[in-house]
C-alpha cells in the first residue's frame, strides 16, 4: 500500500503543477480548461481508484498464496509426524518382540506398561524417553 501512496502523491503533484501554469494562459483558454479540469480530476480519481484495487487485488492474491504454502508446510509436517510415528512403532514392535518378558527389564517393562491402554504405546514412550 505504500507504493499506492507514493503513487497517489506524485499524481497528486503533477496535477497541482499543471494548475498553475494553466493560469497563466489566456482567460479564454483558462476558461475551457476550468470547465474541463472537473473532467480531467474525476478521471485521475478513476484512474487512481483503479490502481488502488489493482494493488488491493494483488496484496490478496499474494496473501492467498503464503496461506496455501503454510497450509501445505502443515499438511507436509502431519505427514512426517505420522511417518515418524510408523517407524516408531515398528521399533517398539521389534524391542517387544526380543524383550524376555522374565527378565529384569521385561519384569520392568510389564509394570511400566500398567499405566498405558497398551504394551506397544508404552514401548513407543519407553523408546523417545530413551532416545
Wanted: no cysteine.
Amino acid at each position: 500500500m505504500d507504493s499506492i501512496d507514493k503513487l497517489l502523491a506524485q499524481l497528486e503533484t503533477e496535477y497541482k503543477e499543471v494548475q498553475p501554469q494553466q493560469q497563466q494562459s489566456k482567460s479564454a483558454t483558462a476558461k475551457s480548461f476550468i470547465s474541463s479540469s472537473p473532467k480531467s480530476a474525476f478521471l485521475i480519481d478513476n484512474l487512481l481508484a483503479e490502481v488502488k484495487a489493482d494493488f488491493a487485488q494483488e496484496d490478496a492474491a499474494i496473501e492467498l498464496k503464503k496461506q496455501q504454502e503454510l497450509e501445505q508446510e502443515r499438511i507436509r509436517q502431519e505427514q512426517l509426524k505420522a511417518k515418524q510415528l510408523e517407524a516408531l512403532k515398528m521399533r517398539a514392535k521389534e524391542w517387544l518382540a526380543k524383550i524376555d518378558p522374565l527378565s529384569s527389564e521385561g519384569l520392568w517393562f510389564e509394570r511400566f506398561a500398567e499405566s498405558y491402554p497398551s504394551k506397544l504405546e508404552a514401548a513407543i514412550e519407553y523408546l523417545i524417553s530413551n532416545e
